[in-house]
């Protein structure tokens, strides 16, 4: 059973365009992670989130946690083609295990000059 | 660089051999996940290990996987007799302590291929 479900699975866009994606559970999570990876290479971390509601500006990039800690959204403002990769968010549980993330399948984007 | 280091970065074996993979956590981190990367799959939690202890290693397979994280030294994921369906990505993750060990930070992964 996957936990965490990312939305949309692919997206391309233009340059210029604002974009937005989403992590979804049906579970509480005592935090969220948004990374972004590229081919070849590891998950880099963007951001933690840890209160619900929170909401975390990365330059272009604004991420949000939802008001239960369920979902969170990441929002791409302008969008250039340097953003382009696959973006993964990941949940911790709260209690003694919180190291054990739950990773979703990620979106793929790509941003086309 | 002070980030998380793994080597190599790919790694192939034939089937029946056994396979060695390496991570060196980030400076002041004394946190090391194993995470396992399958094609068309998120990453998987396999073993979270602190200096010379396993802490958990519930997602790891029973069998021929084992982990360490030596006084001195680098973390090892070890498979042995390996199999097809062992080929995946490995990646390794580290944290400074176990308030934040929610937060971790990824190496470049190793690439495994069985053939």
């Known amino acids: 059973t996957q936990l965490l479900e990312q939305s949309p699975q692919f997206l391309s866009i233009q340059e210029g365009e604002n974009l937005t994606v989403y992590c979804n559970s049906s579970s509480v999570f005592s935090s969220l992670q948004w990374y972004r990876q590229e081919p070849g290479e590891g998950p880099v971390l963007l951001v933690t989130v840890v209160t619900g509601g929170e909401v975390k500006k990365l330059k272009r990039l604004t991420f949000q946690f939802g008001d239960a800690r369920k979902d969170s959204s990441l929002h791409i403002t302008a969008a250039q083609p340097g953003d382009t990769g696959l973006y993964l968010c990941?949940?911790?549980?709260?209690?003694?295990?919180?190291?054990?993330?739950?990773f979703g399948k990620g979106t793929l984007l790509t941003v086309n000059p | 660089n002070a980030g998380v280091m793994q080597n190599p970065r790919h790694l192939v074996r034939r089937r029946g051999q056994e396979a060695r993979l390496r991570c060196s956590p980030m400076?002041?981190?004394?946190?090391v996940y194993w995470y396992r990367q399958l094609p068309e799959e998120g990453l998987k939690f396999m073993v979270y290990l602190q200096k010379e202890n396993i802490i958990d290693e519930s997602g790891m397979p029973k069998e021929r996987f084992s982990a360490e994280f030596p006084k001195e030294g680098p973390s090892i994921l070890r498979i042995q007799q390996v199999v097809r369906g062992d080929s995946a990505a490995y990646f390794c993750?580290?944290?400074?302590?176990?308030?934040?060990?929610?937060?971790?930070?990824f190496g470049p992964g190793t690439r495994l291929t069985v053939t």
């Open positions: 993750a580290s944290s400074p302590n176990s308030q934040f060990s929610y937060e971790q930070y």
């Open positions: 990941a949940g911790a549980r709260s209690g003694g295990s919180n190291y054990k993330l739950t």
């Open positions: 400076k002041g981190h004394s946190h």
